[in-house]
């Protein structure tokens, strides 16, 4: 069974942001475009990946703020790469508000589960689920 458009572009951003969190100081607009010209990423991903991104880029602090008050006892700083980065892509796909919360955790949970570890999964499922809340996309 192919995977959704959506979940290949989740990849993608994922790809683009641990990427760029391991450059610490590059564009991730520069970064994303030389990961996804390498893989020679399909279009449909690449935009809607880049809509995840740019939502990254414009409120990058804020979403890291929110977080922070869900991850209590971890700094966003102090998690590991992979966390770290799936957790501000699930944050991002919250704030935009275009995917019913519960997809975008199962989504980003799998994607802790794949990059990562089950302890990944679980930790970002715990994650996700407080921000969905806290942002009152979920009851």
């Known amino acids: 069974m192919a995977a959704r458009v959506e979940s290949k572009g ?14 610490k100081d590059d564009d991730l607009g520069r970064v994303s475009q030389l990961i996804w010209d390498d893989l ?3 279009p449909e991903e690449r935009e809607f990946a880049g809509k995840l991104l740019r939502i990254i880029l414009a409120n990058g602090p804020a979403l890291d703020e929110e977080l922070a008050e869900v991850t209590t006892n971890w700094r966003i700083e102090r998690l ?6 799936v957790l501000r892509l699930g944050a991002a796909e919250l704030e935009q508000g275009l995917t019913p919360p519960r997809v975008v955790i199962q989504e980003c949970v799998r994607l802790g589960e794949r990059y990562g570890s089950a302890t ?3 930790f970002v499922n715990g994650v996700l689920d407080a921000l969905a809340r806290r942002m009152g996309r979920l009851a």
């Open 80 to 85: 590991g790469a992979i966390e770290r980065c």
């Open 120 to 122: 990944s999964a679980r």
């Open 10 to 23: 989740r990849s993608r951003a994922l790809q683009a942001l641990y990427a760029w969190d391991m450059r």
């Open 40 to 42: 020679a990423v399909a």
